[in-house]
């Protein structure tokens, strides 16, 4: 066999099988969750919140929590990220709380106290059958969906097949096969990813006001993609800048909390931010 053959089928076999690696540890790479045993009590300063346990289709159980407030003008139901769980993301419901909103946290599959296999197709009908449980209790123009860096997809999906009064991207992704490609250039993503999450798709089909909010110095997910993703229905999105934001410090900037101010209330106001999450970090772990 010659050199150059045989060099071939080396290099072959090793895209190959990194590509069956990828396609079966990508959950391992995509997802970081951390798990809460069940008897695991959350608790959170001056917050008023309830737990709650959601059983679907197929025996999965959907770990939530409800931060209530008296006489709530809606309900933000809040996505987030692909880390941790809800008990350190609920910290951040205060940002809305304190404009007189309920809060719903929900820990993905296999996050946190939640149960089931997880894919692309099984979460989204999970966050749907939420999403309808909600709108039992509230109409939908008074539901907001916050969709923060991974639940920015999700978000997009819900406001996509509904009706909310409005949809804020915190940090979004064009697609996660589109941000996999900047590690991974030379792998066919399109074949193999298994959560290929494409908001930019999705976009296109929300009707409600869209509002995204991204730092201007992210490193995981580019600003650039902010850009492209508010070109899709310019007419009734807006987005905002967080000049020197990175991925996870957004909260700890003041511009963030006052955009944000704005966006909920629809105009700029003086804000107190000692009953914001400017102070909480992000764990490096």
């Not at 009706?163 to 991207?169: D, E, Q, T």
């Not at 074949?191 to 006001?209: A, D, S």
Request: glycine fraction near 6%; include cysteine.
């Amino acid at each position: 066999m010659p050199v150059w053959l045989h060099i071939t089928l080396i290099v072959l076999i090793t895209y190959i099988v990194i590509s069956v690696l990828l396609y079966y540890l990508q959950d391992y790479f995509l997802f970081k969750p951390e798990k809460l045993p069940k008897d695991f009590q959350f608790l959170y300063e001056n917050q008023v919140v309830e737990e709650y346990n959601i059983e679907t289709r197929d025996g999965a159980i959907i770990n939530g929590l409800h931060f209530k407030v008296e006489n709530p003008k809606g309900v933000v139901l809040y996505l987030k990220g692909n880390s941790k769980s809800i008990k350190g993301w609920g910290k951040f419901a205060v940002d809305f709380t304190r404009h007189n909103y309920d809060v719903i946290m929900v820990d993905y599959r296999g996050f946190g106290k939640s149960t089931g296999k997880r894919s692309q197709k099984a979460i989204k009908r999970d966050l749907q059958f939420i999403y309808n449980t909600i709108k039992e209790e509230v109409s939908e123009k008074y539901i907001i969906l916050y969709g923060r860096s991974l639940g920015s997809g999700f978000a997009t999906k819900l406001a996509s097949m509904n009706n909310p009064k409005l949809l804020i991207l915190d940090a979004p992704y064009y697609s996660l096969t589109k941000v996999t490609k900047r590690y991974m250039p030379f792998m066919p993503l399109s074949l193999i990813i298994r959560y290929p999450m494409p908001t930019y798709k999705w976009l296109k089909y929300v009707k409600c006001p869209i509002r995204i909010v991204h730092g201007t110095d992210d490193k995981l997910i580019s600003f650039k993609t902010s850009i492209k993703l508010s070109q899709i229905k310019p007419k009734q999105t807006r987005l905002y800048p967080i000049i020197g934001g990175g991925h996870k410090n957004l909260n700890t900037f003041e511009e963030y909390h006052k955009v944000l101010s704005e966006i909920i209330t629809g105009r700029e106001k003086p804000i107190d931010l000692t009953t914001t999450s400017i102070g909480v970090k992000h764990s490096k772990k």
